[in-house]
Nanobody, 115 residues
């Protein structure tokens, strides 16, 4: 199983970024996918979840209405569209998959929101 995140960077408050997570080594379309984030000095937290077919999503209260999780099962990729970014969104963002009672993580991508 391999999860590779991309799309992070430095953005001003109010700006947007789109994160991608390319998955391989498993049947992507069968599994729920999630995005987590970890800010300096804080615990890793769940940001968004999407079901295997993409029909249902769920979000942390802090990002509702600003972030959108989606997936393309033909491309084995899950996305996180982040709009109206705030300084408190600064964190390393991780892609997550739970497969056969095991949890897999990507290497993370840094998102920094600062003027």
């Amino acid at each position: 199983v391999q999860l590779v995140e991309s799309g992070g960077g430095l953005v001003q408050p109010g700006g947007s970024l789109r994160l991608s997570c390319a998955a391989s080594g498993f049947t992507f379309s069968r599994y729920v996918m999630s995005w987590y984030r970890q800010a300096p000095g804080k615990e890793r937290e769940l940001v968004a979840v999407i079901t295997s077919a993409g029909g249902s999503t769920n979000y942390a209260e802090s990002v509702k209405g600003r972030f959108t999780i989606s997936r393309d099962n033909a491309k084995n990729t899950v996305y996180l569209q982040m709009n109206s970014l705030k300084p408190e969104d600064t964190a390393v963002y991780y892609c997550n998959a739970r497969i056969s009672m095991r949890t897999y993580w990507g290497q993370g991508t840094q998102v920094t929101v600062s003027s």
